[in-house]
């Protein structure tokens, strides 16, 4: 089993509409998670940045963890074609720096 | 903003070439990262660095090789390029303290024909 499974899709929404994305993983001991947004032919950029479970949000983005589950997911509502991207998810245990990534999540919000 | 940039966006060379990939990041981190990108498999790390001079293998080093001489300054080495090895290549940077966020450049899309 990959430690960290993410759905490829492609993802195709209407503009407005809310986006869920979804990780999940099998190495209890991820303590950061984290979402980086990667737009084509562009490096991935650090989006949301969640420690231990809980919610975070960050204007229009929010991102869930449930450890119990252990599953992430993120969130973003009044989608935009703006927000057509590659979304991946990332983690890591604590004090560690390798980063363990989903295989990304093509996103494609349609005007 | 951190700024992570790489010496090439793209890079065209032939099998059996030598290949320097240059990773330079202003921000003063501790850690840098080389990893391939290809469709249906994700980011995949190659190396990384956490100090100058000192490197760590990630999952998949074979057939690659890096340098640290400067903090700032982490370059990948194609010893000797395969039209395996064709990918997108990141760098990233992060600071080397517990929290874990890493900074990447734009990549680099190198084709070995």
């Known amino acids: 089993q990959k430690e960290v499974e993410q759905d490829p899709g492609p993802l195709s929404v209407p503009e407005g509409a809310i986006v869920s994305l979804n990780c999940t993983y099998s190495?209890?001991?991820?303590?950061?998670f984290m979402w980086y947004r990667q737009y084509s032919r562009k490096g991935p950029e650090l989006l949301m940045y969640?420690?231990?479970?809980g919610n975070k949000e960050d204007g229009r983005f929010t991102a869930q963890v449930d450890k119990s589950s252990k599953y992430i997911s993120l969130f973003i509502r009044d989608s935009q074609p703006s927000d057509s991207a590659t979304y991946l998810c990332?983690?890591?245990?604590?004090?560690?720096?390798?980063?363990?990534f989903g295989k990304g999540n093509q996103v494609v919000v349609i005007p | 903003d951190v700024k992570v940039t790489q010496s090439s966006r793209y890079l065209v060379k032939r099998t059996g070439e030598k290949v320097f990939l240059e990773c330079v990041q202003d921000?003063?981190?501790?850690?840098m990262f080389w990893y391939r990108q290809d469709p249906g498999l994700g980011l995949r790390l190659i190396y990384f660095?956490?100090?100058?001079?000192?490197?760590e293998k990630g999952d998949i080093p074979e057939g690659y090789s890096v340098s640290r001489e400067k903090k700032e300054r982490f370059s990948l080495i194609l010893e000797s390029a395969s039209t395996n090895q064709t990918s997108m290549y990141l760098c990233?940077?992060?600071?080397?303290?517990?929290?874990?966020?890493?900074?990447f450049g734009p990549g680099t899309r190198l084709t070995v024909t």
């Open positions: 990233a940077s992060s600071l080397g303290l517990r929290h874990d966020e890493q900074y």
């Open positions: 190495n209890s001991a991820f303590q950061y």
């Open positions: 969640t420690y231990s479970s």
């Open positions: 990332a983690m890591s245990p604590n004090g560690n720096n390798r980063l363990a």
């Open positions: 921000m003063d981190h501790e850690n």
């Open positions: 660095s956490y100090d100058v001079k000192m490197k």
